[in-house]
């Protein structure tokens, strides 16, 4: 898929917090065969993880960086962010995150719309993380994002698709743009059913991070990703609410 020009293979794309260790979490990059990383400015540049140590761990995995302003809960203090990713990572992409509510992590999106409007006019390629609301997704489009990231539910909460009635409204009225289910994803069989929606890819951190099995988790998330895709490109067969036997009956067996 195409990127504000840049061509990315991979649909799966994974966060770096939460891991039990750094040498799990570049493991897990490597298992997920991912080439997009989300890293948190505000989180992990302080001591706790390590500072210039996560940032060459990092850098070491050979992967793109997508920024991300998470935990920020102002236009300003997103804004501001951004900045100071652009210049650490040589990157203008930044996935905007606006927190808007304490205890379900949900975007504020007149709060985004307002970010993104700043910081596409000052040349940053905008990866929104939003609801999956259509009239905000309009005007992110309109403020000059060219994907959007709606989530899938509250970030950590691993409950999967929510609302699978606003999702596949996205898709269908944004044919040509790319969305990218954000957060709240908690297994495979979630991310599957995004990609069977035709959503172009996926973004979770917390599925991964915190199962038993980083790793192993991590390569089932990428198989679910690709059997979901190819799920969607084989173009699945709609729901019925009339039973239809798979085998036709050609004539009765005669048993005497
Ligand atoms: C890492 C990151 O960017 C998160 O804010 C993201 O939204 C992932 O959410 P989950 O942890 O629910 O997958």
């Known amino acids: 898929m195409n990127l504000y020009g840049i061509e990315v293979a991979s649909r799966l794309w994974l966060g770096t917090a939460r891991y039990p260790s750094p040498a799990i979490l570049g493991d897990a990059v490597r298992a997920s065969g991912t080439d997009i990383v989300t890293v948190s400015l505000r989180r992990e540049s302080g001591t706790q993880r390590g500072g210039q140590d996560f940032w060459s761990i990092i850098r070491g995995l050979g992967v793109r960086v997508l920024p991300n302003t998470a935990g920020c809960h102002s236009v300003k203090e997103a804004v501001t962010t951004a900045q100071m990713a652009r210049d650490i990572f040589q990157t203008s992409w930044i996935k905007l995150e606006v927190i808007g509510e304490v205890d379900t992590l949900q975007p ?48 950590g909460t691993g409950m999967g698709l929510n609302n699978l009635f606003g999702l596949r409204a996205l898709r269908a009225h944004f044919p040509e743009v790319p969305l990218i289910v954000d957060a709240g994803i908690g297994r495979p069989s979630h991310a599957a059913a995004a990609m069977e929606l035709g959503y172009d890819g996926v973004l979770l951190n917390t599925a991964v991070a915190m199962a038993g099995d980083p790793v192993v988790m991590a390569g089932a998330f990428a198989q679910a990703v690709e059997a979901g895709r190819a799920a969607f490109l084989a173009q699945p067969m709609e729901c019925r609410d009339i039973a239809t036997p798979s085998t036709p009956l050609l004539g009765k067996a005669w048993l005497e």
């Open 108 to 155: 504020d999106v007149f709060g985004l719309v307002e970010a993104a409007n700043v910081l596409c006019a000052d040349g940053f390629e905008v990866f929104p993380y939003t609801t999956d609301d259509l009239v905000v997704a309009e005007r992110l489009l309109e403020a000059g994002c060219r994907v959007l990231m709606p989530w899938g539910a509250p970030i």
